[in-house]
């Protein structure tokens, strides 16, 4: 918490700045959706790791854009970003040390399958520090614009949520069951402790803006990709994470007299 007070203290007091030098500066807002998943991070692939597909969430940031020239600018941008990914069906879950007798003489395995559901819901305030190129269509108000860069990660939220029932089977294909009927998988886990707060990655977009006289709204997609390993431990192995972006947003000149 404390570093998450600290990096929107900084950005706050970066964008005041901003407003006192009021010169080849733009502010903005955008949001939009997130569509994050969840990789397998190298060798560190098991069956908890693996198998995620694609989860919906929100997306927001607040921007300052600094023009060096008509073609470049760099965008400094404070953002909330929803990360994670989710397995729906058949999957693996460690073994509960209660099941372990039902297998003696015999070791119990690592892994039980069962068909339920599971969503890894990961929320990151991330700095990214973006070199923006732009091109205006001559007279039309359209311009074109890409824009990449690196950017710091700040774990806010981590929840694991589990739902449905069904009954345990001991092989990945559901065909051999264990006595015992069907298990509820409803729950709710708090997973911070287990992940590492910081992550670096890149981020990138690219956009159509139209021009107003002093403002411009734009609509552009991208995504981002964090290069850090999010667990702590290998016991689940080790996942990278990642999303795929699309926001509109609205920006105004401090200097009355900027324009594109």
Known sequence: MKKLIFYSSFFILFLLYLNAAAQNVALGIQGGIS????????????????????????????YAELKISGLF???????????GGKKDGLQAFPT??????????????????ANFNS???????????????????????????????????????????????????TDPGGTMPLPGG????????????QLHTANVGIEGNVGLAYKFSKSYIFIQGGG????????????NGKNNTGAATASFGYSFWLDKQMKF
């Open 119 to 169: 969503t890894a819901e990961l929320n990151y305030l991330m700095l990214p520090i973006l070199a923006k190129v732009g091109w205006n269509f001559e007279s039309s108000p359209l311009r074109f614009f890409v824009d990449a860069g690196p950017f710091l990660g700040y774990l806010v939220y981590a929840k694991q949520i589990t739902s449905g029932s069904s009954q345990y089977y």
């Open 96 to 113: 509960p040390p209660q099941l372990a007798p039902l297998f003696q003489p015999n070791p119990a395995p690592t892994y039980l399958y």
């Open 73 to 83: 600018s760099i965008q400094p941008m404070l953002e909330y970003s929803s990360q």
């Open 35 to 62: 569509i994050p998943n969840l990789s397998a991070g190298g060798s560190n692939q098991n069956p908890l790791n693996t198998g995620y597909s694609s989860r919906f969430g929100p997306d927001a940031g607040i």
């Open 182 to 193: 069907a298990h509820s998988f409803d729950n709710t886990q708090d997973i911070k402790d």
């Open 224 to 235: 981002n990709y964090g290069f850090l390993n999010i667990q702590k431990g290998t016991a």
